[in-house]
């Protein structure tokens, strides 16, 4: 019996029932997954970071920051891929970007109907605008790609999870309780939720000071961080590094023994509550390797990077998010890389 098995048969039993039908192992048999952060273009730059992160094989988890533009001349709005909540209309909509990238896929997958090996894909949505035509737009859109998506049945107890229909792509969002009235809420007993949205997280006293707020993150009980068992639609829990490394990645000095245990604290918490965890964003890199990325999420080389990355792999990290793609794919086991884009023909787009 795996650990990760262990510890969902051990949130059966610690939740009562509430957490039986959490399967952790429906993300990739219980193993780690690359989680490709910031996947999209920036100004017209970086355009092929989808491209990069399909390449790094399967299952792979691809995010998606998205924004609403509104045509000035037609009044007719759009979902585009951006960085700001401000989009210029020069942006890919997420449309062009993502879905008509991955079609060559998903079409392959859906004729060999490996259905054991889904999802091959996780579409991560980070809203920088959660106005409701956004989320109207989003969910009709996935509504007209349902077929490829690993869906679940809405029960009428939000404690009750339903089991996940297994699709070629699994489409994940996060927190907002805006998101979670389009995407959940208003979606009918016995209707299908498109996508799950991640818990909350408690956030530290209001009175205390910035250090005394890296300090609570960094040592906060799991049990102070995330107070409820996962729900049929929030099922995973989205973190960042601070939780871990006081101060997070700018301020982390050598990886030790302490630093350790209170990952797989927080990991082994999550399974518990029946939750998947993701943390966000693990890079190690130097002026000259530099692509676009962010460097309040810079360890400052891989040299640093790269036992943090071994770390979260050995703790069951189920998305461990990094700019650098192909670095980190390298030290995970993903399946499926003769199922890559450039056999399939697809295109990068630009």
């Given at each position: 019996?795996?650990?990760?098995?262990?510890?969902?048969?051990?949130?059966?039993?610690?939740?009562?029932?509430?957490?039986?039908?959490?399967?952790?192992?429906?993300?990739?048999?219980?193993?780690?997954?690359?989680?490709?952060?910031n996947?999209?273009?920036?100004d017209?730059?970086?355009?092929?970071?989808?491209r990069?992160?399909?390449?790094?094989?399967?299952?792979?988890?691809?995010?998606?920051?998205?924004?609403?533009?509104?045509?000035?001349?037609?009044?007719?709005?759009?979902?585009v891929?951006?960085?700001?909540?401000?989009?210029?209309?020069?942006?890919?909509?997420?449309?062009?970007?993502?879905?008509?990238?991955?079609?060559?896929?998903?079409?392959?997958?859906?004729?060999?109907?490996?259905?054991?090996?889904?999802?091959?894909?996780?579409?991560?949505?980070?809203?920088?605008?959660t106005?409701?035509?956004?989320?109207?737009?989003?969910?009709?859109?996935l509504?007209?790609?349902?077929?490829?998506?690993?869906?679940?049945?809405?029960?009428?107890?939000?404690?009750?999870?339903?089991?996940?229909?297994r699709?070629?792509?699994?489409?994940?969002?996060?927190?907002?309780?805006?998101?979670?009235?389009?995407f959940?809420?208003?979606?009918?007993?016995?209707?299908?939720?498109r996508?799950?949205?991640?818990?909350?997280?408690?956030?530290?006293?209001?009175?205390?000071?910035?250090?005394?707020?890296?300090h609570?993150?960094?040592?906060?009980?799991?049990?102070q961080?995330?107070?409820?068992?996962?729900?049929?639609?929030?099922?995973?829990?989205?973190?960042?590094?601070?939780?871990?490394?006081?101060?997070?990645?700018?301020?982390?000095?050598?990886?030790?023994?302490?630093?350790?245990?209170?990952?797989?604290?927080?990991?082994?918490?999550a399974?518990?509550?029946?939750y998947?965890?993701?943390?966000?964003?693990?890079?190690?890199?130097?002026a000259?390797?530099?692509?676009?990325?962010?460097?309040?999420?810079?360890?400052?080389?891989?040299?640093?990077?790269i036992?943090?990355?071994?770390?979260a792999?050995?703790?069951?990290?189920?998305?461990?998010?990094?700019?650098?793609?192909?670095?980190?794919?390298?030290?995970?086991?993903?399946?499926?890389?003769?199922?890559?884009p450039?056999?399939?023909?697809?295109t990068?787009?630009?």
């Amino acid at each position: 019996m795996s650990r990760l098995w262990g510890t969902a048969m051990l949130a059966v039993i610690l939740s009562g029932g509430t957490a039986a039908a959490a399967d952790l192992t429906f993300l990739n048999q219980g193993h780690p997954v690359l989680d490709a952060h910031n996947c999209y273009p920036y100004d017209g730059r970086w355009s092929d970071r989808a491209r990069r992160a399909l390449d790094s094989g399967f299952p792979v988890s691809i995010e998606q920051d998205l924004a609403w533009y509104v045509d000035p001349k037609s009044g007719q709005g759009r979902v585009v891929v951006s960085h700001t909540p401000h989009p210029s209309g020069e942006e890919p909509t997420l449309q062009a970007y993502f879905f008509d990238q991955v079609r060559p896929i998903v079409q392959k997958a859906l004729a060999l109907n490996r259905r054991s090996e889904w999802p091959l894909i996780i579409l991560h949505f980070d809203f920088k605008d959660t106005r409701p035509a956004i989320l109207e737009a989003v969910w009709h859109l996935l509504g007209e790609h349902e077929p490829w998506l690993s869906t679940a049945i809405k029960t009428a107890d939000p404690n009750h999870l339903s089991p996940i229909d297994r699709k070629p792509i699994l489409v994940v969002t996060e927190d907002s309780d805006a998101q979670a009235k389009v995407f959940y809420d208003d979606v009918p007993d016995g209707g299908r939720l498109r996508l799950f949205g991640s818990a909350h997280t408690a956030q530290p006293p209001p009175d205390m000071s910035p250090p005394q707020s890296a300090h609570w993150y960094a040592t906060a009980a799991p049990a102070q961080l995330l107070a409820t068992h996962a729900t049929n639609y929030r099922r995973w829990w989205n973190n960042n590094w601070w939780v871990v490394e006081e101060g997070g990645q700018t301020r982390a000095h050598a990886w030790t023994y302490a630093d350790e245990r209170r990952l797989r604290a927080l990991v082994d918490y999550a399974h518990e509550q029946g939750y998947w965890i993701r943390f966000y964003t693990l890079d190690g890199f130097d002026a000259k390797a530099d692509r676009g990325w962010d460097e309040s999420y810079n360890f400052g080389s891989m040299r640093r990077v790269i036992p943090r990355w071994r770390a979260a792999i050995a703790a069951g990290v189920d998305f461990i998010a990094t700019d650098q793609y192909e670095a980190l794919s390298s030290y995970l086991d993903q399946r499926d890389r003769a199922l890559r884009p450039a056999r399939l023909g697809a295109t990068p787009v630009h």
